[in-house]
């Protein structure tokens, strides 16, 4: 018996000295050799399996590489399998509520949200947060990065509430630490600003485009402090005004330390600038076109003095824009998908609206005119900006790209349906 068991570990010990490093392999599957890594990674968990049986825990890093490389291969269901065996690993050794899992949980809600599916995204996503909050504790420091986290992923799928919940969560949790005034809250701060901006200016023209399912099901979550204020334009403004203090304080010492490199107080000033701007289109978004114009004055200035400009204010830019109602894909499999386009042209003013709105193309004809001159018209601007401030920038074009499935034509239609090459087709006599 106790020679069995020295070959076997020691067995174990030259599979270990033979098998690559794991990170090695995580790099080879970043690199475009995945199909490589998979192969060594099925032979490490082999070899893992026999010396130390089905169950061990060092299976679940190759799983879990297992399931990355199945990933990049396009093998979704496979990489679910891999991913769904490597969490059922950790939690059985480590504890169903460990940290250590929470890895491989969000590999789950990323493989969810690239198949389309955002209920099992952010049931995964809501998760791996209760399950950092229960180890960390709701006021920890070491949260926030999980806070940041499920907070944009909320954004992204518009649950503007869930989102906010989460962004004052997270500076109720610096202010307690005293780090209000620290760059560590920009990300948050910026987080409740946006929230403000979906809530005022949904990405949509129709509500019935919103997917419900993407909305907050996180049970410990209180949004009853939380509620439709249409137009908060305050809370929004206070945010990003703290942001540009906070990016302001930076440069200021930055000015004042004589070890610090010119490069780095040139990325202090961009991200300075950067801030100003958001602020200013805030402002432009609202219909504050006076604080909008100084802002952007004074952004054309510095840019005209620099030769690494932020941006470019010769031409205006889109700031929202809702999104048309696309034509929705057939049941008719055989109807390919055609590229379609609307081509406008209007003038913007300095207030960011539009007029004298025409078409230019339409492609299919008639197909979205009315849809894209209606939500254009909707649509707010940053303006052109010259010496002088915001000007009328005359003739401006805008093209909206989509897909379409163009009917089947009668000669089309009865290739597919009878296609010569069909041996289950009849033959004449």
């Keep these: ?33 995945a199909d490589q890594a998979r192969s060594t990674l099925e032979r490490i968990v082999a070899d893992i399996q026999l010396d130390q049986g089905r169950y061990a825990y060092a299976l679940v890093e190759p799983l879990t590489l297992l399931g990355d490389a199945q ?19 950790s939690r059985s050794n480590q504890g169903l509520f460990a940290p250590e899992q929470v890895d491989i949980v969000y590999r789950q809600a ?17 998760y791996a947060f209760e399950v950092l909050q229960r180890h960390y504790g709701q006021a920890s420091l ?35 630490q005293d780090g209000l005034s620290d760059e560590a809250a920009i990300p948050y701060l910026q987080g409740v600003a946006k929230t403000y901006l979906t809530e005022r200016f949904p990405p949509f023209y129709s509500e019935s485009q919103f997917d419900s399912r993407a909305q907050s099901g996180l049970r410990e979550m209180d949004l009853s402090s939380e509620y439709i204020s249409i137009s908060n334009y305050p809370a929004g403004e206070r945010a990003l005004q ?26 202090r000033s961009a991200a300075l600038q950067a801030a100003m701007l958001d602020l200013a289109d805030w ?3 609202f ?10 004055t004074h952004l054309y200035k510095e840019n005209d003095a620099n030769e690494l400009a932020l941006v470019t204010f010769d031409e205006p830019k889109l700031l929202y824009f809702p999104q048309p109602k696309n034509p929705k894909r057939p049941s008719d499999f055989r109807r390919q998908a055609a590229s379609g386009e609307v081509e406008v042209r209007f003038d913007v003013l300095p207030s960011g609206r539009i007029r004298n709105l025409e078409t230019v193309t339409s492609i299919p004809e008639g197909l979205m005119d009315f849809q894209v001159r209606r939500n254009i018209r909707d649509a707010v601007f940053r303006p052109a900006i010259n010496a002088e401030g915001p000007f009328v920038r005359e003739g401006f074009g805008y093209r909206y790209e989509f897909d379409h499935y163009p009917k089947l034509a009668t000669a089309e239609l009865d290739s597919v349906t009878t ?11």
Excluded: C
């Design 283 to 285: 402002h432009q978004l």
């Design 110 to 126: 990323a493989l969810h949200t690239a198949a389309g599916n955002l209920s099992a995204a952010r049931q995964r996503e809501e």
């Design 1 to 33: 018996m106790i020679l069995t068991a020295w070959m076997l570990s020691s067995h174990a010990a030259n599979n270990m000295a033979e098998n690559p490093d794991l990170d090695y392999l995580a790099l080879q599957i970043k690199s475009a050799e």
């Design 71 to 89: 990933m990049v291969l396009e093998n979704p269901r496979a990489a679910e399998d891999h991913y769904a065996h490597a969490l059922h690993l």
């Design 242 to 267: 703290s942001v540009v203090t906070i990016r302001q304080q930076s440069v200021d010492r930055a000015l004042m330390d004589p070890d610090m490199s010119d490069q780095e107080n040139a990325a």
């Design 419 to 429: 296609d010569p090459s069909d041996s289950t087709q009849e033959q004449a006599p």
């Design 287 to 296: 219909g504050h076109i006076r604080e909008a114009r100084v802002l952007y």
């Design 142 to 176: 070491d949260l926030l990065p999980a806070i940041r986290r499920l907070g944009e992923f909320y954004q992204r799928s518009f649950n503007f509430l869930g989102a906010r919940v989460l962004f004052k969560q997270a500076l109720a949790i610096l202010e307690v």
